[in-house]
Nanobody
Framework: QAQLVESGGGLVQPGGSLRLSCASSGSIISDNAMGWFRQAPGKQRILVAAITKGGGTTNYADSVKGRFTISRDSAKNTWYLPMDNLIPEDTAVYYC?????????WGQGTQVTVSS
């Protein structure tokens, strides 16, 4: 069964940076467009960044554009989300998944908390 494992979250002050990683098993990363989603307390899970299967095109939610950068390393079956200039509104659990998402790909997520 395919697995996705997120890591890299933590507590950071406003203006700080983090880099999230998503390690995949099997051929998920080579077979799919991939994305990072986040779910803030009391809110729906939303897509914040996506990258095409070939890695040539990226898309971002307006709220993170210019601050987050999605990338992938197919050789390592991993993709990343470096996040800069973090703000309290970025506080959420972050998940990786295919785009469109698949129910059986959801992992545990990684918590990002932006607070002074």
């Amino acid at each position: 069964q395919a697995q996705l494992v997120e890591s890299g979250g933590g507590l950071v002050q406003p203006g700080g940076s983090l880099r999230l990683s998503c390690a995949s098993s099997g051929s998920i990363i080579s077979d799919n467009a991939m994305g990072w989603f986040r779910q803030a307390p009391g809110k729906q899970r939303i897509l914040v960044a996506a990258i095409t299967k070939g890695g040539g095109t990226t898309n971002y939610a307006d709220s993170v554009k210019g601050r987050f950068t999605i990338s992938r390393d197919s050789a390592k079956n991993t993709w990343y989300l470096p996040m800069d200039n973090l703000i309290p509104e970025d506080t959420a659990v972050y998940y990786c998944n295919a785009v469109p998402w698949r129910h059986d790909y959801w992992g545990q997520g990684t918590q990002v908390t932006v607070s002074s």
